[in-house]
């Protein structure tokens, strides 16, 4: 089943009726020998990437930090080459550092605005304060050695700092936001960056995604579905794609294979049918000077020039042809709810000094993108890889039941992959007329059930599922929590129809058949609630699970050891 892309991130990035868009491509601060890249040759690279063959519109530029290479505090060259080629700049604030180092940023930005003015303000289409700081915070992040991490607290602090700094300036009033792993969004303990936010960035690379099926013929799907489920925590905001690509060499990732040939691919089905309809910066116009990284991502060899690597054009000429900062009008779709997986890996910068072709991988890219576990919070982290959330989101098949083995006294569930809860939403008696789509969490009370809608896929056809409950012990969790009062059980139904974006307690699907309970939930038990022969004709089936007695649950669905919460599985 493929993602539509046209009746859901269209809808989430183009809810009005116009949408200022822009496209470009990701700059860093030096060249792969740490040499600073100076004034002219941010120019020049400004000026190929505007006459790049089969292009045009890619006249905007991201940065990631708004200090110039080899200084403490002077302003980045970028800005008056910028002035010069007239191109927009999605400013840079870099965290993860001291607090020296966030003060020479803002140091260098005063500078900035005072020295170059409304000729500066102009072009600047945005700033976005820190890059990944989320992400470099999980533990993943500091398994694979980033850089230190911000939490959340300090993120909105300093998003609220650099708003402040521009207020009663030229740059009064332009869109402040932050760019991160889609993971660290959808982890509802970084919630307050999302509000804090004007614009939501999101890095995602396929690529990277080496726990699942990442060859190129799913690339597309990965990336929509990261898009998809950004879009589906940024509470309305826009969301950008600021980083994104597939590299012309390197190493394999598991599935996924480094070449010309998947870039063009992953270009013409990933880049075409987002530039000029979302504003999107592409990873990256060039990483090989002087020397060529592994893996690399540039449109362009060693040598600057207007001639890609590759096929640069698009088969939808309007998508090619969109000119940065043009205006489109799209109409929203209704959805029934977040599809997605896919995860950017960090910045091309460890340190704003760092060349934009710094290792992806290692910064903790892909599968490896953590968010911070949360606990005893009643909203649990998201789990640690790229493929653990494409269990609860998206569409995956399953080859084998559970496995289910003691370990002392608690029974454990080991699932080599499940089908798919696309969505959850719940609904409350208390609040009859709230749709509420609760992302990844399961809420069970006395008043609260929560619907998760499953894709079935053709393949099922003549099989047989089984619908099962996983509750393991909160110590055994590695990326989720749950919180659990009172006493009872749960009960589950087959609903006539899935839920919707729309679905409340009022007007919820009705109930089709009793699938079966859990008289008595206790932490460590995996349940089989029923088996029977796969819906897969209906390819979307909607379950709704009700507690019994006192019972009061809140927990995150999460395939990463030990799984949590309701899978179905085939034989």
């Known amino acids: 089943m493929r993602i539509s892309f046209s009746t859901f991130a269209l809808a989430g990035a183009l809810s009005t009726a116009s949408a200022q868009v822009?496209?470009?491509?990701?700059?860093?601060?030096t060249f792969t020998n740490n040499a600073p890249v100076t004034q002219q040759d941010f120019e020049n690279r400004f000026n190929t990437a505007k006459q790049l063959q089969g292009t045009s519109g890619f006249t905007s530029a991201r940065l990631f930090t708004t200090i110039q290479a080899g200084t403490p505090n002077f302003p980045t060259s970028a800005i008056p080459a910028a002035i010069a080629t007239r191109t927009q700049l999605l400013l840079g604030i870099f965290l993860s550092s001291t607090e020296e180092a966030f003060n020479n940023e803002q140091a260098a930005l005063r500078s900035a605005i005072s020295q170059y003015g409304q000729a500066f303000a102009d072009l600047v289409i945005g700033i976005s304060v820190g890059s990944e700081d989320l992400y470099r915070i999980s533990p993943i992040g500091i398994e694979n050695l980033s850089n230190p991490g911000e939490g959340p607290d300090a993120v909105v602090s300093r998003i609220n700092a650099v708003r402040s700094l521009i207020s009663g300036t030229a740059l009064q009033g332009k869109p402040v936001g932050h760019v991160d792993t889609w993971t660290a969004y959808v982890n509802a303990s970084n919630s307050a960056v999302i509000e804090a936010c004007d614009f939501v960035g999101m890095d995602a690379y396929p690529y990277f995604q080496n726990t699942q099926a990442n060859s190129i013929e799913n690339g597309e799907s990965l990336f929509f579905d990261a898009y998809n489920a950004t879009v589906s925590v940024s509470r309305g905001k826009p969301v950008w794609i600021t980083e994104t690509g597939w590299?012309?060499?390197?190493?394999?990732?598991?599935?996924?294979?480094?070449?010309?040939?998947?870039?063009?691919?992953?270009?013409?089905?990933?880049?075409?049918?987002v530039f000029g309809q979302i504003t999107t910066f592409w990873y990256t116009l060039q990483d090989a000077f002087p020397d060529t990284p592994s893996p690399s991502f540039g449109v362009v060899g060693t040598t600057l020039s207007n001639t890609p690597l590759y096929d640069l054009s698009c088969p939808d000429s309007s998508s090619s042809s969109s000119s940065s900062g043009s205006s489109t009008a799209t109409s929203a779709v209704a959805s029934s709810g977040a599809t997605g997986t896919s995860?950017?890996?960090?910045?091309?910068?460890?340190?704003?000094?760092?060349?934009?072709?710094?290792?992806?991988?290692?910064?903790?890219?892909?599968?490896?993108?953590?968010?911070?576990?949360?606990?005893?919070?009643?909203?649990?982290?998201?789990?640690?890889?790229?493929?653990?959330?494409k269990t609860v989101m998206t569409y995956t098949t399953i080859t084998t039941c559970p496995v289910t083995y003691t370990e002392g006294t608690e029974t454990k569930t080991s699932l080599t992959s499940s089908a798919v809860v696309v969505t959850s939403?719940?609904?409350?008696?208390?609040?009859?007329?709230?749709?509420?789509?609760?992302?990844?969490?399961?809420?069970?009370?006395?008043?609260?059930?929560?619907?998760?809608?499953?894709?079935?896929?053709?393949?099922?056809?003549?099989?047989?599922?089984?619908?099962?409950?996983?509750?393991?012990?909160?110590?055994?969790?590695?990326?989720?929590?749950?919180?659990?009062?009172?006493?009872?059980?749960?009960?589950?139904?087959?609903?006539l129809s899935p839920a919707t974006a729309e679905t409340t307690y009022n007007n919820q699907p009705a109930v089709n058949i009793t699938i079966g309970s859990v008289p008595d939930l206790q932490a460590g038990n995996s349940y089989t609630i029923g088996s029977g022969r796969c819906l897969a004709e209906?390819?979307?089936?909607?379950?709704?699970v009700s507690a019994t007695g006192s019972l009061d649950l809140n927990y995150f669905q999460d395939f990463n050891p030990s799984p949590i919460g309701l899978y179905v599985t085939v034989c």
């Open 22 to 29: 822009y496209k470009g491509f990701n700059y860093g601060s």
């Open 247 to 273: 590299p012309v060499s390197g190493p394999n990732q598991n599935q996924a294979v480094a070449s010309l040939a998947n870039a063009r691919t992953y270009w013409e089905r990933v880049g075409c049918r």
């Open 343 to 389: 995860s950017g890996p960090s910045n091309s910068e460890t340190s704003p000094a760092t060349s934009d072709s710094s290792n992806k991988e290692a910064s903790g890219v892909g599968a490896s993108t953590t968010p911070p576990v949360q606990s005893p919070s009643v909203t649990p982290a998201v789990p640690n890889t790229v493929a653990n959330i």
């Open 425 to 495: 939403t719940h609904v409350d008696k208390n609040h009859p007329d709230t749709a509420a789509n609760t992302g990844f969490n399961g809420v069970v009370s006395p008043t609260v059930s929560s619907i998760f809608n499953f894709d079935l896929p053709p393949s099922y056809e003549g099989r047989t599922c089984s619908l099962v409950f996983l509750f393991p012990t909160r110590e055994s969790l590695q990326t989720s929590n749950f919180t659990l009062s009172g006493s009872g059980g749960l009960e589950i139904t087959r609903l």
């Open 538 to 544: 209906r390819q979307r089936v909607g379950y709704k």
